[in-house]
Each structure stands twice: as structure tokens, then as C-alpha cells.
């Protein structure tokens, strides 16, 4: 068994490294320039080896997908867990969410902008992109207020923190009012 298992852990790091470095390409150069010749280069496997692990360009899209949402879900649980009172535990998720996006552009369109194949809100949604929603309503919960299903008030905030990326990634919003406008966010939704 050994052998096996040898095998298996070097798969498993051969698998962690072609989605290390379509996200480092990503993030440096933009999605458009990941492609299978690139990364097999880049890892110094042939192409054959890639698509032993993924069938292309949209499942490794949907693996940085995953990790981004779990390395998302991991951030907003610890800074809500550092914050002090339902206000500061919900301005942190804000903030947190915002930096996160803006730090992790590729990334982020990984999880919410490009094809991965991934299904969203259904029983077969992977279960890191569950994480990252249960992190959000793990706080939100809280505020939604009486009477507010707290599941729907998570997608509202949720849907206006990625507005509020999006918009400000391209350029829309000015970055130097981010913090303004998740304090006005979080102080119009939320009910304290």
C-alpha cells in the first residue's frame, strides 16, 4: 500500500500545483492567458499529464473557485470572530469580503464571474461554496432583523458587497469611498 499511497500524495500535489500556478498566471496576466500549454509548461508536465487531472480550462477554473471560497469563508469567520458586538462582527465582514475581492481579482472572478462548471444554491453545490455562504450567514443572521428570513437578507447583503467589488474593480466606484460605503451598507441593511 505504499506505493499506492506515494502515488496518490504526489497526485494530490501535482493537482495543488497546476491550481497554484493558474492562479498566480491569473492574477498576474488575467484569466485569458491561462491556457493548458502555458500551465503544462509552467509546472513542467506534459499536457497529457494536465488533463489527467482536469478536463480543461474550466474545471481548473472551478478548483481556484473552491479554494478561493474556502480561503474567503476562512477570512470572514476570522474577522468576525475578532470583532467586538453585532455592528463591528458585520462592518468586519464588510471589510473583509471588500479587501478580499479587491486582493484577489482573479480569484474572485474564478468564484463569481467565469464558468468553473459549478452549481450554486442546489444539493450538488460543493460543499466550500456552501462554507462561504454559511460564513456570511453566520453574522448576518443576526441583523436581518425580525421577520427577514435570514437566508434571503445574506443574499441581498451578499449580492450588494459583490456590486460594490465589481463596480469599484472596473473602475466605476472610487476606492478611496470603500470604506464609507460598507458602513452605509451595513447601517441601511442591517437591524441592530
Not at 96 to 115: C, G
Amino acid at each position: 500500500m505504499p506505493v499506492q499511497e506515494r502515488k496518490q500524495r504526489e497526485r494530490a500535489e501535482r493537482e495543488r500545483l497546476i491550481v497554484a500556478t493558474a492562479r498566480e498566471l491569473a492574477e498576474q496576466q488575467g484569466w485569458d492567458a491561462v491556457t493548458t500549454r502555458r500551465l503544462a509548461e509552467r509546472i513542467e508536465y506534459s499536457q497529457p499529464v494536465l488533463y489527467s487531472h482536469f478536463r480543461g480550462k474550466r474545471e481548473i477554473i472551478g478548483a481556484v473557485a473552491l479554494e478561493g471560497a474556502a480561503e474567503m469563508a476562512a477570512a470572514v469567520r476570522a474577522a468576525t470572530a475578532a470583532a467586538d458586538g453585532p455592528r463591528a462582527r458585520v462592518i468586519a465582514l464588510a471589510r473583509t469580503y471588500l479587501d478580499f475581492a479587491a486582493r484577489n481579482p482573479a480569484v474572485y472572478d474564478a468564484m463569481f464571474q467565469l464558468d468553473g462548471g459549478l452549481s450554486f444554491a442546489n444539493e450538488d453545490t460543493p460543499e466550500p461554496l456552501k462554507e462561504g455562504f454559511a460564513a456570511l450567514l453566520e453574522t448576518l443572521e443576526a441583523v436581518a432583523g425580525e421577520g427577514v428570513h435570514p437566508g434571503l437578507f445574506t443574499e441581498t447583503f451578499w449580492a450588494s458587497l459583490h456590486g460594490l467589488a465589481t463596480l469599484t474593480r472596473a473602475g466605476r466606484l472610487p476606492p478611496e469611498d470603500t470604506e464609507r460605503r460598507a458602513e452605509l451598507l451595513v447601517d441601511r441593511l442591517a437591524r441592530f
